[in-house]
Every structure is written in structure tokens, then in C-alpha cells.
């Protein structure tokens, strides 16, 4: 069990620094259908009854509705299962780190103010206290798994809702800040790696058609954020009219559909293109081990390619987890952190090189000749 400790003062830094050298559940690779599916989450946005929105809440409200929520949180059965760290005292690598991390979002780490982050120590279960929303849920698995994500996090939010008055209109639902989400407050969202469906040119195409379903596609961090390293989310749009388990359910019957389409791009690619998709493989996997400077979206870029060469039969000798891993420990704030001192862009991308060189001598991956 974690530190159960209210944060106070400097002790959330402590937690980090205890987070920099664990591996969060989801970046195992051991879930369902996980050689394309990073991982399934799923949110609930919940606010407190009788307090303004977070955007409309003076500073002295905001701080109240985070006191109000680290207590009650403590008290649940959940709560004692969680660390807390105080959000706003942070420094902003230990923001941007948690970021990284898919503990927290963009918009909490950027936000002003009194907020937090509750977490267990599997990394499963967030808590953000004062996000867009005073509280956000979020529970998140290896592979493809809504259905035990749904499980898991309804169970979190039973054991809050018996501890904190919800703001619930009888007839519109969960009330919350953003129209999109009144209703239920649900997002599911599953993270894909589909390098495949992006060499043979069909991605733009399937994700016109998840359009037209109200799905939305987004980045590698969510809301606003660019795909990189062929990874996308896909999530329900809008919660209104409909109940969590059809939207669930909406999410879980597409995402067999996806993966099919990029498993057969990947044989079509084995199949038809042999010598091309070998020759990306070996450079990605050449240039990470041999370059001298590299960014964040570059690196990203090459472990795609490793990651599907690694599942194609080409490379033998690494694991796709170590690869999962390698794609949050190559960003700013995480390489910042298991260095121990902030770098500037220049010096990050000498690091990040020299880190990953270390890694692949250290685990001796062959590019092998294909099947």
C-alpha cells in the first residue's frame, strides 16, 4: 500500500520520485489484444453539489472544494488505497511528468490554483481533484478491457458518491462544466498503436468513418494533442441520451473492427512489401541506437516501427514492454527526472540519446531476417 499521508508542503515531490522507477499496469503490454492496444480508460466527470464550476469558483472555493475532497477521499475505503499529491505545489517537471504519465491531464497540470491527484499504486486509479470539473475519475488497464475498466471504476465511484454530495439534476443527469459531458459524465476512450493502417495510407480514411459514428480521435495526450508515434485515442463524443453501458458498449464494438483492419494492413505489409517494411525496421532501430541527438517526436517515431517490427517476427531480442516503457521515459519530464536535473531542449535530446543507446546495448536486440 502506498503512502496514505496527506501531502502537505514538499512530500508530493517524494511520490514522484518514488513513480520515476515504477512501471505504470497499462505499460506492461500484458492486457487483451495489447500488441495494438496500449490501453483502455475510462473517465467520469463529477462535481460537488453547492459549489460553483471550477471556472467559475473564486480561489478561497476552489481551495475549499479541494480540502473538502482530499478529506472525504481519505475517508472512503478507496482513499486508503491512494496517495495524494498536491498538484498546485508542484514544480513544473513533477506537472508535466504526471502528464507524461497519463495521470493527470494537460489542462490540471497547466491550471491555476488549489488541485490535486489521488493514485494507487498500480497506477490504475487517478483521482484529479479541481481539473475542468472539481473531480475526475479515471481508471485505466493494459489492452483492450472496458469491460473491467467499467467494473473497477464503478466501484470507485459508488464508494465516493457515499462520501461526497454529487451535483444531479433528475432529469439531465450528472451536472458538469462542459455541455459534452451532462448526462452520464462518461468518457471511454482506448489508446491504439496503429503504425500499419498509417504506412499503407488507410488511416484517414478509417477515422472519416469513426466520425460519422460521433467518435472523436485524438493524440497521444488527448484533447488538442498531435498524434505521434502512430498512436491515437478514440473516444465517445458526447454523453447526452445515452447510458454508460451503450456508450461502453459503443467503443467496445468498434475497436475489434480497428484492430482488425490493422492486423490485415500489417500482413499485406509482411506479404507485399517485405523489403521496405524490413529496411524501416532496421533504420528505426539503427538510428536509436546510434544517435548521438534525438527529439522526443522523432524517438517516437522510430520506436513505432520497432514496436510493429518487434510484433512482424523482425527483430528479436526486445520485449514490447521495455518498448512501452521506452516511449514515456524518452519525454522531457521523465528523462529530466531519472537524470535528476532540468535540461533544456538541446541537452534533452543529447540525453535522451544517450539513454537510449545505453538501453539497447544493454539489451542486445538483432534485427532478424523475416520469416
Same mark, same amino acid.
Given at each position: 500500500?502506498?503512502?496514505?499521508?496527506?501531502?502537505?508542503?514538499?512530500?508530493?515531490?517524494?511520490?514522484?520520485?518514488?513513480?520515476?522507477?515504477?512501471?505504470?499496469?497499462?505499460?506492461?503490454?500484458?492486457?487483451?489484444?495489447?500488441?495494438?492496444?496500449?490501453?483502455?480508460?475510462?473517465?467520469?466527470?463529477?462535481?460537488?453539489? $453547492?459549489?460553483?464550476?471550477?471556472?467559475?469558483?473564486?480561489?478561497?472555493?476552489?481551495?475549499?472544494?479541494?480540502?473538502?475532497?482530499?478529506?472525504?477521499?481519505?475517508?472512503?475505503?478507496?482513499?486508503?488505497?491512494?496517495?495524494?499529491?498536491?498538484?498546485?505545489?508542484?514544480?513544473?517537471?513533477?506537472?508535466?511528468?504526471?502528464?507524461?504519465?497519463?495521470?493527470?491531464?494537460?489542462?490540471?497540470?497547466?491550471?491555476?490554483?488549489?488541485?490535486?491527484?489521488?493514485?494507487?499504486?498500480?497506477?490504475?486509479?487517478?483521482?484529479?481533484?479541481?481539473?475542468?470539473?472539481?473531480?475526475?475519475?479515471?481508471?485505466?488497464?493494459?489492452?483492450?478491457?472496458?469491460?473491467?475498466?467499467?467494473?473497477?471504476?464503478?466501484?470507485?465511484?459508488?464508494?465516493?458518491?457515499?462520501?461526497?454530495?454529487?451535483?444531479?439534476?433528475?432529469?439531465?443527469?450528472?451536472?458538469?462544466?462542459?455541455?459534452?459531458?451532462?448526462?452520464?459524465?462518461?468518457?471511454?476512450?482506448?489508446?491504439?498503436?496503429?503504425?500499419?493502417?498509417?504506412?499503407?495510407?488507410?488511416?484517414?480514411?478509417?477515422?472519416?468513418?469513426?466520425?460519422?459514428?460521433?467518435?472523436?480521435?485524438?493524440?497521444?495526450?488527448?484533447?488538442?494533442?498531435?498524434?505521434?508515434?502512430?498512436?491515437?485515442?478514440?473516444?465517445?463524443?458526447?454523453?447526452?441520451?445515452?447510458?454508460?453501458?451503450?456508450?461502453?458498449?459503443?467503443?467496445?464494438?468498434?475497436?475489434?473492427?480497428?484492430?482488425?483492419?490493422?492486423?490485415?494492413?500489417?500482413?499485406?505489409?509482411?506479404?507485399?512489401?517485405?523489403?521496405?517494411? $524490413?529496411?524501416?525496421?532496421?533504420?528505426?532501430?539503427?538510428?536509436?541506437?546510434?544517435?548521438?541527438?534525438?527529439?522526443?517526436?522523432?524517438?517516437?517515431?522510430?520506436?513505432?516501427?520497432?514496436?510493429?517490427?518487434?510484433?512482424?517476427?523482425?527483430?528479436?531480442?526486445?520485449?514490447?514492454?521495455?518498448?512501452?516503457?521506452?516511449?514515456?521515459?524518452?519525454?522531457?519530464?521523465?528523462?529530466?527526472?531519472?537524470?535528476?536535473?532540468?535540461?533544456?531542449?538541446?541537452?534533452?535530446?543529447?540525453?535522451?540519446?544517450?539513454?537510449?543507446?545505453? $538501453?539497447?546495448?544493454?539489451?542486445?536486440?538483432?534485427?532478424?531476417?523475416?520469416?
Amino acid at each position: 500500500m502506498m503512502d496514505q499521508q496527506h501531502t502537505h508542503g514538499g512530500d508530493g515531490h517524494e511520490k514522484i520520485e518514488g513513480l520515476t522507477d515504477a512501471v505504470g499496469e497499462w505499460l506492461k503490454g500484458t492486457g487483451p489484444e495489447s500488441d495494438i492496444v496500449m490501453s483502455s480508460r475510462v473517465r467520469l466527470a463529477r462535481n460537488v453539489a $453547492h459549489f460553483p464550476f471550477v471556472s467559475r469558483a473564486t480561489d478561497q472555493e476552489r481551495t475549499e472544494v479541494e480540502e473538502f475532497l482530499r478529506s472525504q477521499i481519505a475517508q472512503s475505503p478507496v482513499g486508503q488505497q491512494l496517495a495524494y499529491i498536491n498538484v498546485g505545489q508542484l514544480e513544473e517537471v513533477d506537472r508535466q511528468f504526471l502528464v507524461e504519465r497519463q495521470l493527470i491531464s494537460r489542462e490540471h497540470a497547466e491550471a491555476e490554483g488549489a488541485r490535486g491527484v489521488a493514485i494507487d499504486e498500480g497506477e490504475q486509479v487517478s483521482l484529479m481533484i479541481n481539473e475542468e470539473d472539481h473531480l475526475r475519475i479515471q481508471c485505466m488497464h493494459s489492452g483492450l478491457d472496458l469491460p473491467g475498466v467499467w467494473d473497477q471504476i464503478r466501484q470507485v465511484d459508488d464508494a465516493l458518491e457515499a462520501v461526497v454530495p454529487y451535483a444531479f439534476h433528475p432529469r439531465w443527469g450528472f451536472l458538469t462544466a462542459c455541455p459534452t459531458n451532462v448526462g452520464t459524465g462518461i468518457r471511454v476512450s482506448v489508446m491504439l498503436h496503429l503504425p500499419a493502417l498509417v504506412i499503407t495510407r488507410q488511416i484517414d480514411k478509417v477515422f472519416r468513418s469513426l466520425h460519422k459514428i460521433s467518435l472523436a480521435v485524438r493524440g497521444l495526450y488527448g484533447e488538442g494533442s498531435q498524434a505521434m508515434g502512430d498512436f491515437y485515442q478514440i473516444s465517445n463524443q458526447t454523453t447526452l441520451g445515452k447510458n454508460e453501458d451503450e456508450l461502453v458498449g459503443q467503443v467496445s464494438d468498434i475497436v475489434p473492427v480497428l484492430i482488425e483492419y490493422e492486423r490485415r494492413a500489417r500482413d499485406y505489409l509482411v506479404r507485399e512489401s517485405q523489403l521496405n517494411i $524490413h529496411d524501416q525496421v532496421s533504420r528505426a532501430i539503427g538510428i536509436l541506437r546510434t544517435a548521438q541527438t534525438i527529439s522526443a517526436e522523432e524517438t517516437l517515431q522510430h520506436l513505432s516501427r520497432v514496436r510493429m517490427g518487434v510484433l512482424l517476427g523482425l527483430i528479436g531480442d526486445v520485449k514490447i514492454s521495455d518498448i512501452n516503457v521506452l516511449l514515456v521515459r524518452t519525454q522531457p519530464a521523465h528523462l529530466q527526472k531519472l537524470r535528476g536535473v532540468e535540461l533544456d531542449s538541446s541537452d534533452r535530446n543529447i540525453e535522451r540519446a544517450r539513454y537510449l543507446r545505453q $538501453h539497447f546495448e544493454n539489451a542486445d536486440g538483432d534485427v532478424t531476417s523475416v520469416n
